[in-house]
């Protein structure tokens, strides 16, 4: 019987060090023996304690890579190694990823559904491997590697994202603006069973703009999709506050987990009730959608938005029909001011 391999790729300026996001919570409560083996990325932009010199080359760099996900590349390509020298035929996978962190899930997802897992003795082709993922579909070299050196063609059991936001930006000096840069399968993969993606109703930052799954229209009646809107903005959803502030992010890390359970991931139930207790327990908070709403939009943040075509905080787009997590309608009924956009047809789910 196959084992679980369960990767967790961390967001921007998480520290293990520092106050945890929910993938870091994730890697924490996961059961780790002969069945089910781990590995944890603490994300791009960690440069370790930041500095009083505020415009240090370390602290430009944090900031850097926080918001225009510097170092995705050297992620994806980490975590594939890992699986080669890993996976066995029969084993289940398991992705998770916050943020940024969570394009690399996708984008690692991507990399085995085009490029399939090398045999572990072959990490020289790495680089050549994620260069043939990033060309086009139909590049006449892509099968014949394939049919060379994809040893296994595993499909992903299970892609758990919190707040996935808009891949990697590079700068374009004829335009003077920063641009997205997308890579394939990023979007829909029909390699991926089961996706599960936890969104943030109220940032409006420039550069965590969502990044919806799509689908396929050819094989989502075989995909196992639910993409559910919560309270806060982006570390709200997917943590990386103080404890104590981040009674939010428990709403969106009980429902992730709930759902990985489902699809088989085993977790460790005495570090979940520490992680995840019914009621606060000193600075650890429990769910609670009456807890702080942050404000992402302030120094630096805010000045990007000045930075053309002049976004100024607009808030995200939500689709019609979409899935709002009933925290949502309780916090509205109970907070006063609290009054998100809300589309047409929006559907209330636990």
């Avoid at 085995?112 to 090398?118: C, I, S």
């Avoid at 702080?292 to 689709?319: A, D």
Wanted: charge should be positive; aromatic fraction near 12%; include cysteine.
């Amino acid at each position: 019987m196959g084992r679980n391999i369960v990767i967790c790729c961390d967001g921007t300026g998480n520290d293990v060090e520092a106050d945890e996001s929910n993938v870091l919570r994730l890697a924490r409560m996961l059961v780790r023996d002969d069945d089910q083996v781990t590995y944890y990325d603490p994300g791009v932009g960690t440069q370790g304690a930041p500095t009083l010199d505020f415009i240090s080359r370390q602290e430009l760099l944090r900031v850097l890579g926080m918001g225009l996900g510097m170092g995705a590349f050297d992620r994806i390509g980490s975590a594939y190694r890992f699986l080669m020298r890993t996976y066995r035929p029969d084993d289940r996978i398991y992705i998770f990823g916050f943020s940024r962190g969570a394009y690399v899930a996708r984008a690692l997802a991507g990399l085995v559904a085009k490029m399939g897992v090398l045999e572990a003795s072959r990490e020289n082709l790495v680089p050549y491997a994620m260069k043939l993922y990033a060309a086009p579909a139909n590049a006449p070299i892509v099968a014949p590697f394939c049919d060379t050196f994809a040893t296994y063609r595993p499909e992903i059991a299970f892609l758990g994202l919190w707040d996935t936001v808009k891949s990697v930006y590079q700068f374009d000096p004829r335009r003077a603006a920063f641009t997205s840069v997308s890579l394939p399968l990023t979007f829909d993969n029909s390699r991926v069973r089961v996706i599960r993606h936890a969104i943030a109703l109220d940032e409006r930052r420039r550069f965590y703009r969502t990044n919806l799954w799509i689908g396929h229209s050819q094989y989502t009646n075989d995909q196992d999709v639910r993409q559910v809107w919560f309270p806060g903005v982006h570390s709200d959803v997917g943590g990386s506050y103080p404890d104590a502030e981040g009674g939010l992010s428990k709403i969106a890390l009980e429902w992730m987990v709930r759902e990985a359970r489902h699809a088989g991931v085993r977790i460790d139930q005495l570090v979940y009730d520490l992680v995840v207790p019914l009621r606060p327990v000193g600075p650890v908070s429990s769910p609670d959608h009456t807890a702080m709403l942050h404000n992402s939009l302030t120094g630096v943040w805010r000045l990007f938005e000045w930075w053309p075509p002049f976004p100024r905080g607009k808030r995200r787009f939500v689709p019609e029909g979409a899935f709002i997590h009933r925290s949502v309608a309780n916090r509205i009924r109970e907070v006063h001011g609290y009054r998100p956009y809300l589309p047409r047809g929006h559907v209330f789910v636990d």
